[in-house]
Structure formats: structure tokens, C-alpha cells
């Protein structure tokens, strides 16, 4: 036994090896391709994946330890990528062996919250059940505390969730989502739920130019592109619209496209009768943009729709 | 019966083996599970062969990914009933097969009595045999110690 021990410890540590070998890279350069900005989000992933990579070798040489506590808070304004980070760190995280099957859940108060008495328990079981050996994203957390009403049955689930937040930390990594100054408000009266939570990472606004980066990579995605000029007219809506009320970053980037992609079909439909080249059907004009009530009447476009659309998530 | 070390029952897959530890029970469901199976547990406290119906701890898992949140159920069935008899079963739902394809036991009483054969004379000095349970003869819940 002391002879395999010695060469245990005199074995070389090769963490290069072991950070090739759990293919991790692949994913934070994924990260960086698809995901324009979160400066501070990303350099937090890194480091979580340096613990875990570290730690997985600290426990090939017997050095043991308490398993990191992997919870986390994902605070940011509407449209700053909270879900598409937390579907990515589930990946992260099945690659560096942290959970077993790496699938993500994504649950709202809905889905945790019964109707009526005894209800809730074992509502909120069979979702923490489902999401074992993955992620659980509980998305706007803070709706499940209610204080105007001392009868509400978020109580229960939120004691539920810590104590298998607690007890069952090799089971599952729970990241709850929202904005920020309504889940400092949340930890405030929840403080068991605050400490269980190592990780509070926030999502900070997006410049205008990553907007327009970000806009540049959803028209690529989507096989179209904007004309020279139509990036400039793009760039202008971008600045309007950030200083209009619902402002709601990537998201509102996108309805923005979609509205513009809207147009183009429009405009062509229009001039039907011309023959139509690949190039026509791919790019998006100035007038497609320029039609936007941002530009006309200096208002978001869908008005109430997106006043709708801005509080979820 | 004594061809059965300790009277231990029979019943579904690995019975004649010493029992399963957890891990080996979470190896077997997670199995189930990469087939699309539904995981389910339940319990009895009648070990008679053709009890074929068990009570149901809770409702059949559906949509689990991992069998952790399995394991949780059976380890609380545990709890309530230590000494009863626990089984966990795997449903197929595929048209054509509808039906458990797994059954297997994770919990039994410490001590089984093991089984009586009753012989009742019929017409014609013929002669029909029955097994009976030990254990039976006393109410339900109150069987096994």
C-alpha cells in the first residue's frame, strides 16, 4: 500500500491534459463566438471551471475535500442572457463531471407553487426529482416570496428547495434568475437562501456597439444581412430605442429584426414582377428600418406588446 | 420451502441474490431510465406469489433524467415502511409491449417466515395444494415485527 501511495504523489499532475481531455475549452470558445460582451459572466465561468478542473485532479491524488457548492444567482436587466448562460453552464458543468446528465429544467413560480394545502410539497419534489443530475433554473425567483400574504405557499417550496439545496448538492445545481433590485429584495427576507448561494454573478447592460454585434450574429443566424447602409440606420435605431422606456437589450434587438424582416417581405412583395436574386431575399434595407415607429413617431414599435413582453424574464 | 436460504421470497429479477446495495439499485434504474421506461415504487406487506398488485409510493416517475430523484422515493418508502417489502418496477409504454419490463426488490422485512403448505382433501380422496404465508395470518401493518 505505501509503494502505491509514493507514486501517487510523485505521479506528474498534468492539468493541461486533463483541461484538453474534458473538452471545456471547446465550450468557453463557444461562449465567446456566441455570446457578445458579459465580460464579468464569462470570466466567472472560467473560474468556476478552473475549481472544478482542479478539484477533479485534487481527488485523483486523494486530496479530498467538500464538494464545491455550484448554486448560483443570475441578477440583469430583461434581455441581458441570463437563460442562454444557464443552458450553457449546464453543458459546462455535465463536462467537467459536476452533474451526471447535464439537461437543464427551467421552471417558473408556476411550476413549483401549489393551489392548496399539501399541494405545494409534492409539486416542487417532482420538479427538483426531473431536474436531478442536471440544472435547475428557477426563472424570476423572486416571485416565490409574497410577502403581502402570509398564506402563500411559496414558503414551502422555497424551504423545500433549500433543504435539497443543502442536503443533496452532488444531485443538483439550482440557478435562480431575475432582476436585481427585486432578488436583493428576495435574499432579504429569504436570508438561508442567500447563503446557500455561492455564486452571484450579474449580467451587465449591453454597450451599443455589443447590440450591434448581437444583432450582426442573430441576422447571420438567420441567413440574412443588413446592407451597408441599412447597419448604419441599424446602429441609429439601436441608440434611439436604449433610451426609450422597455428597453429590453438582446430582446429588443431581436423583436427589431423581426419586425425588419417583416418589411423586407413586404417591400418585395411590392415589387413583385421584378425577378428576385438571392442577394434581394438575404439582405435587409435602410426603408426596412427606417419604417420603425422609433424613427417616425419616437416610440417603440409594438407599444403595449412589448411593455407585455418585458417583464418576462 | 428450505430449498430457499432464509425463506426469502422470490419474486422478480435478482431475487436469488443477496440484496442490491444502492448503488447497484441506482446502476438498474438508470438503465430503465436510458430505455424511456417510467420508474415506480411500491409496497406490500403480503408476500404471497400471486399478490400482483403492490400499493404505489406516490405516482410512476415520469420525464427523470437521473435516477437520484428515484433513489430519494425509494430511501423515503424506506423510512415510512422498513419493514415491508419494496419493489421498484420500470413501465414500457411502446405500443405493443404496455407492461413492466423490469421488477425487482429493494427492501425486505428482517425476518421472513417463509410460506405453509396447506393440503385440502377434495372428492375422491384428491388432494389440493395451496401455499400460505406465515406472515398472513396476522392483520395488515402488523406482519413483520
Same mark, same amino acid.
Given at each position: 500500500?505505501?509503494?502505491?501511495?509514493?507514486?501517487?504523489?510523485?505521479?506528474?499532475?498534468?492539468?493541461?491534459?486533463? +483541461?484538453?481531455?474534458?473538452?471545456?475549452?471547446?465550450?468557453?470558445?463557444?461562449?465567446?463566438?456566441?455570446? %457578445?460582451?458579459?465580460?464579468?459572466?464569462?470570466?466567472?465561468?472560467?473560474?468556476?471551471?478552473?475549481?472544478?478542473?482542479?478539484?477533479?485532479?485534487?481527488?485523483?491524488?486523494?486530496? =479530498?475535500?467538500?464538494?464545491?457548492?455550484?448554486?448560483?444567482? +443570475?441578477? #440583469?436587466?430583461?434581455?441581458?442572457?441570463?437563460?442562454? %448562460?444557464?443552458?450553457?453552464?449546464?453543458?459546462?458543468?455535465?463536462?467537467?463531471?459536476?452533474?451526471?446528465?447535464?439537461?437543464?429544467?427551467?421552471?417558473?413560480?408556476?411550476?413549483?407553487?401549489?393551489?392548496?394545502?399539501?399541494?405545494?410539497?409534492?409539486?416542487?419534489?417532482?420538479?427538483?426529482?426531473?431536474?436531478?443530475?442536471?440544472?435547475?433554473?428557477?426563472?424570476?425567483?423572486?416571485?416565490?416570496?409574497?410577502?403581502?400574504?402570509?398564506?402563500?405557499? #411559496?414558503?414551502?417550496?422555497?424551504?423545500?428547495?433549500?433543504?435539497?439545496?443543502?442536503?443533496?448538492?452532488?444531485?443538483?445545481? %439550482?440557478?435562480?434568475?431575475?432582476?436585481?433590485?427585486?432578488?436583493?429584495? +428576495?435574499?432579504?427576507?429569504?436570508?438561508?437562501?442567500? =447563503?446557500?448561494?455561492?455564486?452571484?454573478?450579474?449580467?451587465?447592460?449591453?454597450?451599443?456597439?455589443?447590440?450591434?454585434?448581437?444583432?450582426?450574429?442573430?441576422?447571420?443566424?438567420?441567413?440574412?444581412?443588413? =446592407?451597408?447602409?441599412?447597419?448604419?440606420?441599424?446602429?441609429?435605431?439601436?441608440?434611439?430605442?436604449?433610451?426609450?422606456?422597455?428597453?429590453?437589450?438582446?430582446?429588443?434587438?431581436?423583436?427589431?429584426?423581426?419586425?425588419?424582416?417583416?418589411?423586407?417581405?413586404?417591400?418585395? +412583395?411590392?415589387?413583385?414582377?421584378?425577378?428576385?436574386?438571392?442577394?434581394?431575399?438575404?439582405?435587409?434595407?435602410?426603408?426596412?428600418?427606417?419604417?420603425?415607429?422609433?424613427?417616425?413617431?419616437?416610440?417603440?414599435? #409594438? #407599444?403595449?406588446?412589448?411593455?407585455?413582453?418585458?417583464?418576462?424574464? | 420451502?428450505?430449498? $430457499?436460504?432464509? $425463506?426469502?421470497?422470490?419474486? !422478480?429479477?435478482? &431475487?436469488?441474490?443477496?440484496?442490491?446495495?444502492?448503488?447497484?439499485?441506482? /446502476?438498474?434504474?438508470? *438503465? /430503465?431510465?436510458?430505455? !424511456?421506461? /417510467?420508474?415506480?415504487?411500491?409496497?406490500?406487506?403480503?408476500?404471497?406469489?400471486? $399478490?400482483?398488485?403492490?400499493?404505489?409510493?406516490?405516482?410512476?416517475?415520469?420525464?427523470?433524467?437521473?435516477?437520484?430523484?428515484?433513489?430519494?422515493?425509494? $430511501?423515503?418508502?424506506?423510512?415510512? *415502511?422498513?419493514?415491508?417489502?419494496?419493489?421498484?418496477?420500470?413501465?414500457? &409504454?411502446?405500443?405493443?409491449?404496455?407492461?413492466?419490463?423490469? &421488477?425487482?426488490?429493494?427492501?425486505?422485512?428482517?425476518?421472513?417466515? !417463509?410460506? !405453509?403448505?396447506?393440503?385440502?382433501?377434495?372428492?375422491?380422496?384428491?388432494?389440493?395444494?395451496?401455499?400460505?404465508?406465515?406472515?398472513?395470518?396476522?392483520?395488515?401493518?402488523?406482519? *413483520?415485527?
Amino acid at each position: 500500500m505505501p509503494e502505491q501511495q509514493t507514486t501517487v504523489q510523485n505521479e506528474a499532475i498534468d492539468l493541461d491534459a486533463e +483541461f484538453r481531455e474534458s473538452n471545456v475549452q471547446e465550450v468557453l470558445d463557444q461562449l465567446d463566438r456566441e455570446l %457578445v460582451g458579459l465580460a464579468p459572466v464569462k470570466t466567472r465561468i472560467r473560474e468556476i471551471a478552473a475549481l472544478l478542473l482542479v478539484d477533479r485532479l485534487r481527488r485523483r491524488l486523494e486530496l =479530498s475535500s467538500e464538494t464545491p457548492t455550484l448554486h448560483m444567482c +443570475f441578477t #440583469g436587466n430583461p434581455g441581458t442572457g441570463k437563460t442562454t %448562460v444557464a443552458m450553457r453552464m449546464a453543458d459546462i458543468l455535465h463536462r467537467l463531471g459536476y452533474v451526471r446528465q447535464g439537461h437543464l429544467v427551467a421552471v417558473t413560480r408556476d411550476d413549483l407553487v401549489g393551489q392548496y394545502i399539501g399541494h405545494t410539497a409534492p409539486k416542487t419534489k417532482e420538479v427538483l426529482k426531473k431536474a436531478m443530475g442536471g440544472v435547475l433554473f428557477i426563472d424570476e425567483a423572486y416571485y416565490l416570496y409574497r410577502p403581502e400574504n402570509e398564506r402563500d405557499y #411559496g414558503q414551502e417550496a422555497i424551504e423545500i428547495l433549500l433543504q435539497v439545496m443543502e442536503n443533496q448538492r452532488d444531485d443538483l445545481v %439550482v440557478i435562480l434568475a431575475g432582476y436585481k433590485s427585486k432578488m436583493e429584495r +428576495f435574499f432579504q427576507s429569504n436570508p438561508g437562501m442567500r =447563503s446557500r448561494i455561492a455564486h452571484h454573478i450579474d449580467f451587465p447592460d449591453y454597450t451599443e456597439d455589443e447590440l450591434l454585434a448581437i444583432a450582426r450574429l442573430m441576422l447571420a443566424q438567420m441567413n440574412y444581412r443588413f =446592407s451597408p447602409e441599412a447597419e448604419e440606420v441599424f446602429r441609429e435605431y439601436v441608440r434611439r430605442r436604449m433610451r426609450m422606456p422597455h428597453f429590453a437589450n438582446a430582446r429588443s434587438v431581436r423583436n427589431a429584426l423581426d419586425r425588419a424582416r417583416l418589411r423586407q417581405a413586404n417591400r418585395l +412583395f411590392a415589387a413583385r414582377g421584378r425577378a428576385l436574386t438571392r442577394e434581394d431575399l438575404m439582405t435587409i434595407r435602410p426603408e426596412d428600418i427606417l419604417a420603425s415607429r422609433v424613427f417616425t413617431e419616437g416610440a417603440p414599435d #409594438g #407599444g403595449a406588446e412589448e411593455e407585455m413582453a418585458a417583464p418576462a424574464g | 420451502m428450505m430449498t $430457499n436460504y432464509g $425463506n426469502r421470497i422470490t419474486q !422478480g429479477q435478482f &431475487s436469488f441474490l443477496p440484496d442490491l446495495t444502492d448503488e447497484q439499485i441506482t /446502476a438498474q434504474i438508470k *438503465y /430503465a431510465l436510458q430505455q !424511456g421506461w /417510467a420508474v415506480n415504487v411500491e409496497f406490500t406487506d403480503d408476500p404471497h406469489p400471486r $399478490n400482483t398488485y403492490w400499493e404505489m409510493w406516490g405516482l410512476p416517475m415520469f420525464d427523470l433524467k437521473d435516477p437520484a430523484g428515484i433513489l430519494y422515493e425509494i $430511501n423515503e418508502c424506506r423510512k415510512a *415502511y422498513p419493514n415491508h417489502y419494496i419493489r421498484v418496477t420500470a413501465y414500457d &409504454s411502446t405500443r405493443g409491449w404496455e407492461t413492466p419490463r423490469m &421488477s425487482f426488490i429493494v427492501n425486505r422485512p428482517k425476518e421472513e417466515p !417463509g410460506f !405453509g403448505l396447506v393440503r385440502t382433501e377434495t372428492n375422491d380422496r384428491h388432494i389440493v395444494y395451496t401455499v400460505r404465508p406465515y406472515a398472513t395470518e396476522k392483520p395488515e401493518n402488523e406482519r *413483520y415485527g
